[in-house]
T-cell receptor, first 115, second 112 residues
């Protein structure tokens, strides 16, 4: 039990729609990061938030955006959904700060299917 | 460009024997490496890590070895147990960034 919860667990959307995925981090963890895991692949870094500010981003277009709130919750928003956005989306929390060499605590993920 | 590679998609081992999972990386700036285990319908859970200043780290049945000159790390599980059956991901990070790079995973099956 990592203390990181994600909702919903499964979601089906159609191409062009928008989606919001939610995460509740472990209490006391100032950093949240989001990963996309496509079938048969490892998790790929989308972005990271530290104390409500984005402080790192992977190779994802601007239609992927996020928010982090003071109560350790966060959101991942994806606009104009494409078929290739179908994947497991993982939220991970950590204590935060630098250096970044600390372990991540993952939620169970949201499985998004885009039809 | 896959900076972290796990070339064996699957591995089967008899219960009680050693499991060796391998991982190669290309970026010499990586200075911290981790192994995660993932069961179906669950998120990855942290297993063991190693800093680039070390070449070995042990935690119970799990040992990670790092060979920086070969840009290679391995996870040894001794003895293997059926409960170890899962997908194992290695991950690497340059501490100056915030981006963990994960491999594609190796599915370990421990046979009773």
């Amino acid at each position: 039990e990592t203390g990181v919860t994600q909702s919903p667990t499964h979601l089906i959307k159609t191409r062009g729609q928008q989606v919001t995925l939610r995460c509740s981090s472990q209490s006391g963890h100032n950093t949240v990061s989001w990963y996309q895991q496509a079938l048969g692949q490892g998790p790929q870094f989308i972005f990271q938030y530290y104390r409500e500010e984005e402080n790192g981003r992977g190779n994802f277009p601007p239609r992927f955006s996020g928010l982090q709130f003071p109560n350790y919750s966060s959101e991942l928003n994806v606009n104009a959904l494409e078929l290739d956005d179908s994947a497991l989306y993982l939220c991970a929390s950590s204590l935060g700060g630098a250096p970044a060499n600390e372990k991540l605590f993952f939620g169970s993920g949201t499985q998004l299917s885009v039809l | 460009d896959q900076q972290v590679k796990q070339n064996s998609p699957s591995l089967s081992v008899q219960e009680g024997r050693i499991s060796i999972l391998n991982c190669d990386y290309t970026n010499s700036m990586f200075d911290y490496f981790l192994w995660y285990k993932k069961y179906p319908a669950e998120g990855p859970t942290f297993l063991i890590s190693i800093s680039s200043i070390k070449d070995k780290n042990e935690d119970g049945r799990f040992t990670v070895f790092l060979n920086k000159s070969a840009k290679h790390l391995s996870l040894h599980i001794v003895p293997s147990q059926p409960g170890d059956s899962a997908v194992y991901f290695c991950a690497a990070i340059n501490s100056g960034t915030y981006k963990y790079i994960f491999g594609t995973g190796t599915r370990l099956k421990v046979l009773a």
